[in-house]
């Protein structure tokens, strides 16, 4: 069985939500009258936590479990899942990309911006290096079509010198049922992204893209006209439907489902063409790949995810090569479905015969790189 000890001193995982859905603005941005206050100084605790505990029809679409949404998942829960690593890995995890956790959509751009410069004062604040392992680096949430947005990322980048990218989610599905995360369609081709972009590219932060398969071509004009700026895909570019029915009318059937992993293939080998795009092996347990209707469990065994997933997995290394391709957990979100032990050795079996040089690159290396995670220390 193949393991990473001796190969790595620990896993650098470039994809965990950290939140607290009695702390974090965003969580309660549905309470309009709640989120109009400065809710940790005025609004009682126990209001609080008796609110977080209602989802949304919206969540349920997002094919989350609830119990991710309701409870609070910081350093030692995230230390719990990852300590059962080391009986599959052999290694632990030793820093962590922390990265935005708005699943909720905000009423405004301006609610964004202020809400995402609030997380990450929270996750700042978290002892990192005592109750889990180390901030490495964050990605943020701010909206490159506001106007104001350049103000707004220097802000953030004034607060932390923490932070090494921009996460935007323009993610949208002709499916009603599978969730848009974006207002318009073609989001990052608009002239208002473009000049957004520019400040991304200027502060040499790596932008990191949340969109599904069918519209990874459109990071093809963005990759070209900015050579420069590195761009993670994330969640292997989200095939949604590509292992069974989900949403409405997505996979319903063998020959769509075929059809949604030929468009995948054809567009991960043209987006890899450009050396400055990035993909990330995250996302392994999304409910919206086709695992079932149920949020939880859908999966079952490691030895499952990984025949399920080896397929994408081969296709994705075999294209963008050993030194373009990041793991990240995605703790909590996966978790009901896959945990990280569980991906990570799903991994090591997909890959396990492709040698040491690209495990190394996979869980940690890449990421040092493209994310400016201080390497350990050299003994």
């Known amino acids: 069985m193949t393991t990473l000890e001796g190969l790595l001193p620990g896993i650098v995982d470039a994809h965990v939500h950290y939140f607290n859905p009695t702390r974090s603005s965003w969580a309660l941005a549905r309470f309009e009258r709640l989120s109009r206050l400065p809710m940790q100084r005025?609004?009682?605790?126990?209001?609080?936590?008796?609110?977080?505990?209602?989802?949304?029809?919206?969540?349920?679409?997002?094919?989350?479990?609830?119990?991710v949404l309701r409870s609070a998942y910081e350093l030692a829960s995230y230390a719990h899942d990852a300590d059962a690593l080391y009986a599959v890995a052999g290694v632990g995890v030793r820093s962590v990309v922390s990265i935005e956790a708005h699943w909720r959509a905000m009423k405004s751009p301006e609610a964004l911006m202020d809400s995402s410069y609030d997380e990450l004062k929270y996750v700042l604040a978290l002892p990192h290096g005592r109750s889990g392992p180390d901030l490495g680096a964050t990605v943020s949430a701010v909206d490159p079509r506001h106007r104001d947005f350049a103000r707004q990322l220097d802000r953030q980048l004034a607060l932390s010198d923490k932070i090494r990218g921009v996460r935007f989610k323009w993610a949208q599905h002709p499916d009603p049922e599978i969730p848009d995360w974006c207002d318009e369609p073609d989001a990052v081709a608009s002239t208002s992204f473009l000049n957004g972009f520019e400040a991304i590219a200027e502060r040499d932060l790596t932008f990191v893209s949340f969109a599904y398969s069918h519209q990874l071509g459109q990071l093809d004009m963005l990759a070209r006209r900015f050579p420069e700026t590195t761009i993670v895909i994330e969640h292997l570019g989200m095939p949604a439907g590509v292992f069974g029915p989900t949403g409405a009318r997505t996979g319903m059937t063998a020959a769509a489902r075929a059809e949604i992993l030929g468009l995948w293939r054809e567009r991960i080998a043209m987006i890899a063409q450009r050396p400055n795009v990035v993909i990330k092996v995250s996302g392994l347990g999304l409910s919206n790949l086709g695992y079932g209707l149920e949020t939880a469990g859908?999966?079952?065994?490691?030895?499952?995810?990984?025949?399920?997933?080896?397929?994408?997995?081969?296709?994705?290394?075999?294209?963008?090569?050993?030194?373009?391709?990041?793991?990240?957990?995605?703790?909590?979100?996966?978790?009901?479905?896959?945990?990280?032990?569980?991906?990570?050795?799903?991994?090591?079996?997909?890959?396990?015969?492709?040698?040491?040089?690209?495990?190394?690159?996979?869980?940690?290396?890449?990421?040092?790189?493209?994310?400016?995670?201080?390497?350990?220390?050299?003994?």
């Open 42 to 67: 005025f609004v009682p605790p126990p209001i609080l936590w008796f609110a977080s505990k209602f989802s949304t029809g919206d969540d349920g679409r997002l094919g989350l479990d609830p119990s």
């Open 298 to 379: 859908n999966i079952g065994t490691r030895a499952v995810l990984a025949d399920m997933i080896g397929p994408l997995v081969l296709h994705a290394v075999d294209r963008f090569g050993p030194d373009r391709v990041v793991f990240g957990s995605d703790s909590p979100i996966d978790r009901p479905n896959s945990t990280i032990d569980m991906s990570v050795g799903a991994l090591l079996d997909v890959l396990g015969d492709r040698g040491p040089y690209l495990l190394q690159q996979l869980f940690a290396r890449n990421a040092e790189r493209i994310y400016g995670v201080p390497a350990p220390p050299s003994n």
